[in-house]
């Protein structure tokens, strides 16, 4: 009877211990990662669930907050869609959408200011030093300079987004200072109007893609709802882990890369022709998909290569 016991303590034991030598193998497995990336500058795109579910975001922006402790100059560029509309729709104003942006009039313009501004910036601000990092929100509209963007119907005609830009140079002197401070920058998808000054609403995946091109960062980090890019959206198991930037017109042609994932995916390779190493879809639903994807080297999402 006591070796019996004797004998299921130090099953026990064994088992504690097997997962304790687990956890320090990540960390090994973490280590040349952690030493290439010292010092570069990760681009991360917020959006999705993950933008919506406090405790995924909490999560999320805690594991940012860990790629900074260990050396690594993160920037997020976020969304906030679903924050907009219904602030929209508090304020009795219906959401429109043309070709997938968002038709932003006057009085859509000040509620889309509003609310990326005092709402969901300052909340990612806050959440950052609830974990002890530094961080500082920053309009967009100082960093962003753009364009009007046209939209296209149902018929292929041009159209009218209102308040819409297309960002076409991005100031980024403000994100160097905060950077070299040891603060997480935290930009908004606000653009303003290079000929008018006017602010204008913009597309955070392709704000976020300009300014990665331009600080020539490491990785640029797309934050969404779905695992990558999948042969097969119902089957988990057909996620492509890597592509070639060659490779994603072809699988557009297939149909494997279609609806909102195909401007994403034309905006990361857009990314690595300016000079940013690599692009990574990752989904935020699954807990520290951030740091699986950069840090083990199998990954968890699609990477996208030169």
């Given at each position: 009877?006591?070796?019996?016991f004797l ?34 500058c990760?681009l ?32 997020i ?8 509309s219904?602030?929209m ?8 959408f ?7 009039d ?14 969901v ?33 149902e ?6 987004l ?23 920058p ?9 000929s ?6 913009t ?30 959206p ?16 072809p ?30 879809l990752?989904?935020?639903r ?17 990477e996208?290569?030169?």
């Amino acid at each position: 009877m006591g070796f019996s016991f004797l004998e299921h303590k130090m099953s026990d034991h064994s088992e504690s211990l097997r997962e304790h030598i687990d956890k320090a193998a990540t960390l090994i497995e973490a280590l040349p990662y952690i030493q290439g990336f010292r010092g570069k500058c990760f681009l991360i795109k917020l959006g999705g669930s993950a933008m919506e579910n406090p405790d995924l975001l909490d999560a999320l922006l805690r594991d940012v907050v860990l790629l900074e402790a260990v050396g690594i100059n993160p920037i997020i560029v976020h969304g906030g869609g679903k924050a907009i509309s219904e602030a929209m729709e508090s304020a009795g104003i219906e959401s429109k959408f043309i070709s997938g942006q968002r038709f932003t009039d006057q009085d859509s313009i000040q509620i889309v200011e509003d609310t990326l501004g005092t709402k969901v910036n300052s909340n990612l601000v806050r959440l950052v030093k609830s974990h002890g990092g530094k961080a500082a929100g920053i309009s967009g509209t100082k960093v962003f300079s753009s364009d009007r963007m046209l939209g296209i119907n149902e018929n292929g005609e041009e159209v009218d987004l209102g308040f819409v830009g297309s960002v076409k140079e991005c100031s980024v002197e403000e994100l160097q200072e905060l950077i070299i401070k040891e603060t997480i920058p935290v930009v908004s998808p606000l653009s303003k109007e290079s000929s008018s000054g006017h602010t204008l609403n913009t597309n955070a995946d392709l704000a976020a893609s300009a300014l990665a091109g331009t600080m020539h960062v490491a990785k640029l980090v797309y934050i969404s709802d779905v695992l990558g890019v999948m042969r097969d959206p119902d089957d988990d198991g057909s996620l492509i882990h890597s592509i070639c930037c060659s490779e994603v017109e072809p699988l557009a042609d297939e149909g494997v890369i279609s609806g909102g994932m195909l401007p994403k995916l034309r905006s990361a390779v857009d990314a690595i022709s300016s000079g940013v190493g690599k692009v990574h879809l990752i989904d935020g639903r699954i807990p520290h998909s951030l740091l699986l994807e950069i840090f083990t080297n199998t990954g968890v999402g699609t990477e996208i290569v030169p």
